[in-house]
């Protein structure tokens, strides 16, 4: 069993940046793929970015801004969003699975935060 609790969110203009945080209970963080997903009202949640031991994949519309990274020993996932938009408006939410193909899919994540606001004022 794996808990996620994601923090960093909060309300910013467009072009600022922000950086979120995601800490994961339990022993074997290093052995699960990590990903960011987010939700804006009335929209299907849509993949942000995922990170594995070797590679790192982001969704077309956050390419070039959001930056996804790890730190193992404090078994935590990070997502750096920069030159943000109103678009990125959003709840975020961090995920994590055994996931080793179709990072972009949120249903082959196993554990679920309960998700962190992201307000981006234009």
């Known amino acids: 069993q794996v808990q996620l609790v994601e923090s960093g969110g909060g309300l910013v203009q467009a072009g600022d940046s922000l950086r979120l945080s995601c800490a994961a209970s339990?022993?074997?963080?290093?052995?699960?793929?990590m990903g960011w997903f987010r939700q804006a009202p009335g929209k299907e949640r849509e993949f942000v970015a995922a990170?594995?031991?070797?590679?790192?994949y982001y969704g077309d519309s956050v390419k070039g801004r959001f930056a996804i990274s790890r730190d193992n020993a404090k078994n935590t996932v990070y997502l750096q969003m920069n030159i943000l938009k109103p678009e990125d408006t959003a709840v975020y939410y961090c995920?994590?699975?055994?996931?080793?193909?179709?990072?972009?899919?949120?249903?082959?994540?196993?554990?679920w935060g309960k998700g962190t606001q992201v307000t981006v004022s234009s």
């Open positions: 339990g022993r074997t963080f290093s052995s699960y793929a």
């Open positions: 990170i594995t031991w070797t590679a790192t």
């Open positions: 995920a994590a699975g055994r996931v080793t193909d179709s990072y972009r899919r949120d249903d082959r994540y196993d554990y």
